[in-house]
């Protein structure tokens, strides 16, 4: 019964043109398009080190995104297992270390935390390089059995500049104005 | 509650995307579903509940159940999405399966039985309501290329199809481990199978729009128990291959003394039992609803067969 009142008489229906038929396909397109950069900023990335022995430990470390831009967040995230059955180490204390390659600068220091993560099994820091460059991030780790620490380079590339969210909210708000603007000069 | 499974349990990911799509679905919902049953039964509650106890059916337009219904498949979309399942199925295969159980198998057919279309469509303001109702008249009204397109895009076979090629496709080894690897390929696994889901059970439950020739009961039956075998046997080779098939899982701490291969062991017979279950069970309702029906078809009027000729011994010469 409510179905009815929504759609439009055989006449009607004939009036129409498929003009917008593409509608929303397009809007689907930018829908996914829109929630590329937010699906990326939470956890996941490379896998950077696996397993890397750390005193009696293992350790594996993801880096996110894993071409991380001159400026931009960029996630590290750590899993530390204990034998004899890899269970996870809570009670570690961690920092990260990020150097330059060329100069060997230390040019970030920050703790790893598990509060810091969504997966509360794992350590996580959030941080930025200002400068495009190879470096160097070295893992320090202390925990009750023993310590270590565990490196890997990482690149930075040049921030993007193309903000896409923002071209696509423009080109989805354009294409709502322009369809607004054809149905009422049609009216 | 030891460390490790406090842990476990606090690490819930409150994604503002996945909130944002949940909470604009329900209260497009409930707002049309609010609409529509005060056009069906007036505004007045007692009325409304008057209304409702004297009409012929439970399963009219603007039931009570509906909104239950799909407020709890929502729910079942964040907890698979948001709750810490979401978050150890990056270190645990079983939790990983469940996860794709409540995206394809539990959620789409609770969605899909309160049948959304025409809520969300009158939760929306009246002038946007004309202009998506126009929107979607044109691209489903009966002589339109697009609805032929959608018809033989979604038919029942295109869709088996594409389900089978949905599961069996992302357990693929290169897959998977991307998908847990990639946050973003993760996503869009989780897109493929809900999609999958919801065109499968849009069959099966014959929500709107219905675009197809409504397939019969029987068919429908067919249709569900044909989604068993590919996953059971897809779960029959993860229970009892003996070799890790992700490698993704050898490289992160282990939770609560499972091993890799006991994880994708478990895991597989998820996907066997449950996850065949929950198709035979969909089976047994329509069967049920078949029955039934023949149960209420009225008696033929006695004048019709109680005639002489054919209450005769059959052969007896009068």
Redesign the interface.
Known sequence: MPIKPLLLCKQQRAEQSPRYQWLPILCLFLGLALGVPIAWAHGGGEIQLANAPIGPYKMTVWLNPPQPQAGKTMHITVGLAAPPNDAPVLDATMQVQITRADTQQIVVTTPATTEQSTNKLFYETDFAVAEVGEYEATILVDAPAGGGSGAFPITVIPAQTTNWLLIGLVALALVVLGSVYRNRSRA | MD??TR??L????W???VIIVLALAGTLYLTGWRR?RQ??FGTNKRQQDRRQRTSRSHWH?AARWRPIVYVIGLLFIGLALMSPID??A??LFFMHMIQHLLLIMIAPPLLLIANP??FM??GLPARL???V???????L?R????RRWLRSATAPGVIWMFWVISIIGWHDPNAYNAA?????V??LEHLFFFAAGMLYWWHVTGA?PRIHKQIGLIGRIAFVLAAIPPNMALGVVLAFVSKPVYS?Y??????W?I?VIDDQRIGGVIMWVPGSMMYIIAALLLAARLFGKEEVKPALPEANWATKENLAVPGMKQ
């Open positions: 460390p490790i842990a476990a606090s690490s819930w990911d994604r503002p995307e529509l056009r069906t337009l978050i150890l990056q270190q279309m025409p469509l009158w309501r004309h202009t109702g126009r929107a979607i008249g044109r691209l009204h002589e339109s290329g697009s847990l690897r990639h946050e973003f993760h996503d709107g993704y050898t490289a992160v701490p282990r939770l003394n091993s």
